[in-house]
């Protein structure tokens, strides 16, 4: 059996792993049009020295993604917990701080707020609703669009208010606008804007708070370079600097790669890249219209000596509202930016000498800006200016400073150049999205990554390459007992 992979993001990679571990004999090849593997999953380089995470910073399932590891074979990951998780700073002075432990947080927002029972009930709601959600939504694929009008799929959807926007859904629990907007902007951890977003989405945050947000040990992109160099050991074939141009379909299956003009041969064909940009790829396909995701400037700082921050520090609008409604509705920059900094440094000595500090900032930005007109806008100064009024003598110690903007994420081929992926609408969510089997009418060809169902962000695009696994083992009947009828049924 050969198997060729589009892509070499970590949907490809925990696939091709769980692949190796569970069948030796196949024969895996990647495709990559860059020169690494791990796609997001990537560091920035300091010409004088230093490396910070280019993309996913925060680590959130923990356990669901050592699971996935342990079983995918690849052990000695190892997570730091972050505790507290992070702050929040609105411009208006008020500081929200996100403790580790549950029952401490319970007692800080009673304290601050009065509403200790307000979080309580949150968190023991979300409880029961993502036990839920992760049975009937993540951890299953979908045949057909029409499975998610059953009873027992809709039942629990309008039983969780899935349907009420992320923030609006906090007034059943939070009278207070800071807890509210500290329990729902988590959505744009996935490119979804808070006050459009379904409330399922709002779980983001829950399992935030229930257990805790980590930090992997050695950089989030370190992950990527385990899982490659575990696939070069197993045999796993790398092509970089290889972009797939087509996907050869003869008599409804997929037969191949044409790679730079030549083909090359495959049992199985599975798609990685961002989705509607595969389906340009695929014979006969003519690609879907999708909403993307929200896009995002990148700073990247190389700092002489140490800053006074925690590891996670979002600096805030004291309404966030207007901010999102800039990004999403008008494309427009906001008058009064977020700035989410993150600053490894504090916990992780193995990034940069070790006087120096490495220190990352995201902006949640309109897509469609490159550098040029950002400055146009004199927006960039803006947001060192926020950074500096916040911290300091800050800009006094950068040493260097690299810039990543939407548009260089659409150049990379982030669809229209939202960081994450499609966005987290209803119309594209569950059996209303791309799934492991992204065409009825085309066998052997498969997808994975942050556009395909469940979601994005690392644990579950990971959770979303073993439904692919498991449909692969199902469909090319490699595994005894695995039936669409159960998966049907679950
Ligand atoms: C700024 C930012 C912050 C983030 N923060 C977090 C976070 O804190 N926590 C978290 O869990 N997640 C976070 N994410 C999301 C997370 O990075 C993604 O969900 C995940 O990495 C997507 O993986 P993927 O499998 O979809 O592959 P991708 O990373 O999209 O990789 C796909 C690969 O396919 C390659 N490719 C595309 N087309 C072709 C072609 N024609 N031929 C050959 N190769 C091709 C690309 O070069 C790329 O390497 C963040 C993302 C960004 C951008």
Redesign the pocket.
């Known amino acids: 059996m050969k198997i060729g992979f589009?892509?070499?993001?970590?949907?490809?990679l925990h696939a091709a792993l769980l692949l190796t571990k569970r069948y030796p004999e196949i024969e895996i090849t990647i495709?990559?049009?860059?020169t690494r593997a791990?796609?997001?999953?990537a560091s920035v380089d300091f010409e004088s020295g230093g490396r910070i995470d280019?993309?996913?910073?925060?680590?959130?399932m923990p356990g669901k993604l050592q699971e996935q590891l342990k079983e995918a074979g690849l052990e000695g990951v190892e997570l730091k917990r972050i505790d507290p998780l992070y702050d929040l700073h609105f411009d208006d002075g008020t500081v929200v701080t996100k403790q580790a432990d549950v029952v401490d947080q319970a007692i800080a927002i009673e304290r601050q707020f009065g509403e200790g029972r307000g979080f309580q009930e949150f968190m023991n709601q979300k409880s029961k609703d993502y036990d839920v959600s992760v049975s009937k939504f993540l951890e299953r694929s979908y045949f057909r669009k029409r499975e998610l009008l059953h009873p027992s799929m809709l039942a629990p959807l309008v039983k969780m208010h899935a349907m009420e926007t992320a923030h609006d859904h906090l007034k059943r629990f939070f009278k207070s606008k800071y807890l509210r907007m500290a329990y729902s902007f988590p959505t744009f951890?996935i490119g979804g804007n808070p006050y459009t977003t379904p409330s399922i989405y709002g779980l983001i945050p829950y399992r935030e708070q229930e257990e805790g947000v980590w930090y992997v040990k050695g950089g989030?992109f370190s992950l990527a370079e385990r899982m490659y160099e575990a696939l070069i050991e197993r045999g796993v074939q790398f092509k970089f600097n290889?972009?797939?141009?087509r996907v050869m379909i003869r008599e409804g299956q997929a037969k191949g790669l044409i790679v730079e003009g030549q083909e090359y041969h495959y049992d199985s064909v599975v798609l990685?890249?961002?989705f509607p940009?595969?389906e340009y790829?695929v014979e006969g396909k003519l690609p879907k219209k999708y909403v993307p995701s929200g896009g995002?400037l990148?700073l990247y700082f190389k700092i002489h000596g140490k800053v006074d921050l925690p590891v996670h520090r979002f600096l805030m609008p004291s309404d966030l509202k207007p901010l999102m409604t800039s990004i999403f509705q008008k494309d427009e920059l906001p008058e009064h930016p977020a700035v989410y900094l993150f600053n490894p440094s504090k916990v992780d000595d193995s990034l940069t000498e070790a006087d120096d500090s490495v220190v990352y900032a995201?902006v949640p930005s309109p897509r469609g800006y490159d550098q040029e007109k950002y400055e146009a806008h004199g927006f960039i100064d803006q947001v060192l200016a926020k950074i500096e009024q916040h911290l300091p003598g800050f800009q006094s110690q950068i040493a260097e400073m690299k810039i990543r903007t939407p548009q260089d994420?659409q150049d990379?081929?982030?669809y229209e150049g939202g960081?994450?992926?499609i966005a987290p609408t209803i119309r594209q969510s569950a059996a209303l999205k791309t799934q492991a089997k992204p065409y009825a009418d085309i066998e052997r060809l498969y997808a994975?990554?942050?556009?395909v169902h469940p979601c994005?962000?690392?644990?579950?695009?990971m959770m979303g390459a073993t439904l692919l696994v498991n449909r692969m083992e199902q469909e090319m009947r490699w595994k005894n007992g695995y039936s669409d009828e159960r998966i049907r049924s679950m």
């Open positions: 589009v892509g070499a993001g970590v949907g490809t495709f990559e049009k860059e791990g796609g997001r999953l280019q993309g996913p910073t925060i680590v959130l951890y989030y290889q972009s797939v141009e990685n890249g961002e940009l595969m790829l995002t990148l995201l994420a990379f081929g982030l960081s994450f992926g994975v990554g942050a556009s994005g962000g690392v644990p579950i695009v």
